[in-house]
């Protein structure tokens, strides 16, 4: 599907961007809760 010859260059590339997304989310969570008032970290 990425055209790519070797199978562990598609697996890298997946990893890195399964980290890249629960790593923003993390920050976009910490950004939601700490800016809301009278939230609570879940």
Known sequence: ML???NLRT???YA???D???SDD???L???FVFSTP???LV
């Open 3 to 5: 055209d790519h010859k």
């Open 10 to 12: 598609t697996q890298h």
């Open 15 to 17: 990893k890195v961007l």
């Open 19 to 21: 980290r890249k997304v």
């Open 25 to 27: 989310m993390r920050i």
């Open 29 to 31: 969570k910490e950004k």
């Open 38 to 40: 009278n939230s609570k």
